[in-house]
């Protein structure tokens, strides 16, 4: 059996490749990659030579697919790099990793850098539990779709953003979430130009309109505030309109816990209460 191993490699700065991935590379019958050039002088600059190199990328992934499984087939390494940072993450990778799974092949990793995640630890925000939306679409209703998504996340989201995007981006989100809502720009990660800018979207809005981004950019976003607790009155509310399409009380209760995210026995003696009542009265 055959292994493919996905190679992390550097996000900018080359002291980031490990000995592992060079290893790797070096032991490896092939070497997928989105641009020969890009991975040939990474390539020599760490001495590894005498490997063949192929292209396998966002367009030709999939036509690359019989090729890798008849190496693996033959019980050979083939290694899988990107332009930049762990491969798979907005990147090629994920096709060719399904096919390897699909013929049961082993498939492995070095890991290494990734901008989201390094972004996400310095950000300051929350990272125990974190979403990473990759690009937004430029445009259109999934656009939006995927904004409102974003935006109504409870967690920490993680977003790539061209610079000539970020300020559209930036306002799209500001637009959204308000004021308030803390963000965090994480730019040339790794580079000689590293920079974390930190504030409010409002600040934001300012930072990217008064100096033109440059680099590549990560960009880190809090999560949204959990809804307001709901109270008695919102819960009776809830109850009275379920209660009159529901098939029974337990539905109704079980359909309006869920919706307010309150626990069940609190919705069920409001219930209770409202029952025991005479028909147009209700409590306070
Ligand atoms: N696979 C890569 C990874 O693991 O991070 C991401 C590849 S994706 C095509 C490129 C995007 O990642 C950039 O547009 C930018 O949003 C982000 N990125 C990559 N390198 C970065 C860096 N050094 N600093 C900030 N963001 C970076």
Redesign the pocket.
Known sequence: MGTLVLVATP??NLGDMSPRAIEALQNSALICCEDTRRTGGLLSHFGISGVRMAIANEHTETARIDEVLNLLSAGQTVALV?D????G???PGERLVRAAIDHHHVVSAVPG????VM?LVISGLPCHRYVFDGFLPRRGPERQQRLREATGERRTVVL???PHRLARTIDDLHAICGDDRRVVL??????MHEEVWRGTLAEAVTHVATREPQG???IVLDGAEPPAQADDNDIRAALTEQLATSASTKSAVATVAQRLGVPKNRVYDIALSMSAQPRGTSAS
């Open positions: 996000i900018g990107t930049a940072g762990t491969p993450i907005s990147d850098p990734s901008a989201d972004a790539y953003e061209a994480a730019r040339e990660l790794t580079k590549e950019y990560v």
